[in-house]
């Protein structure tokens, strides 16, 4: 069966500060691995998305994700965070007819 | 071009109540999905539909029925609420195959409180 954690549910940091969320997957099949974005009572947003080919994957509004298939891994990163970016954030991993498996979630919350 | 469109955005429901959510998308895809949003629990699939009349369960199907009569339309019904059903839902669609890089589009959510 596949799975994603998150390993963080909250993650405080300061404008202009760099970040890291972590996420984790165990899968016994090829994955696809996705990045959403929510902001305050709004829907879900495609950050990035991991097919095949880089592992690096760049996306919208700064932010970046690397694969690693050793770690089995799928971290989000920006190099410098703003207000603006203040939102939960849920990785995804791709499942049968397209479903998505999502982790429970990591609140980012950018003080000035 | 509307994308994912969802009614009612926000509903109160007595415990025991009946109601039907309404998910359309104009983007002729074929895959739509049921989930809910519950805090710290990310989003579960309820239901699923790979095409026009066809329905599957998903991780929390218990307590909710679908219908996909039209390839735009994607209904999710709660024949008797009870509070545990409290949620945000979301309706979500995409293409089948690499056509459509496997991108769900996602509706702006429905806030259920069942009392």
């Known amino acids: 069966a596949q799975s994603v954690t998150q390993l963080d549910s909250q993650v405080p940091v300061f404008e202009e500060a760099p970040v890291e969320l972590r996420c984790n997957y165990s899968?016994?099949?090829?994955?696809?691995l996705f990045w959403y974005v929510q902001y305050p009572n709004q829907g879900l947003q495609l950050l990035l998305k991991y097919l095949s080919g880089s592992t690096l994957v760049k996306g919208i509004n700064g932010f970046e994700a690397e694969f690693n298939k050793s770690q089995t891994s799928f971290h989000l990163r920006k190099p410098s965070v703003h207000i603006s970016d203040t939102a939960e954030y849920f990785c995804?991993?791709?499942?049968?007819?397209?479903?998505?498996?999502f982790g429970a979630g990591t609140r980012l919350a950018v003080h000035p | 071009n509307a994308g994912v469109t969802q009614t009612p955005k926000f509903r109160v429901l007595k415990t025991g109540q009946s109601m039907t959510l309404l998910c359309a998308q104009d983007?002729?895809?074929?895959?739509m999905y049921w989930y809910r949003q519950d805090p710290g629990m990310g989003l579960r699939l309820i239901h699923y539909?790979?095409?026009?009349?066809?329905?599957a369960k998903g991780e929390v199907p218990d307590g909710y029925n679908v219908s996909r009569l039209k390839k735009q339309n994607f209904l999710l019904g709660l024949e008797s609420a009870a509070p545990s059903q409290t949620s945000v839902y979301f309706c979500a669609s995409n293409t089948r195959g690499l056509a459509g890089s496997y991108e769900q589009y996602f509706g702006p959510g429905t806030r259920l409180t069942v009392t």
């Open positions: 995804a991993i791709l499942g049968g007819y397209n479903k998505l498996i």
């Open positions: 539909s790979v095409g026009e009349g066809t329905t």
């Open positions: 899968s016994s099949v090829s994955v696809y």
């Open positions: 983007m002729n895809h074929e895959y």
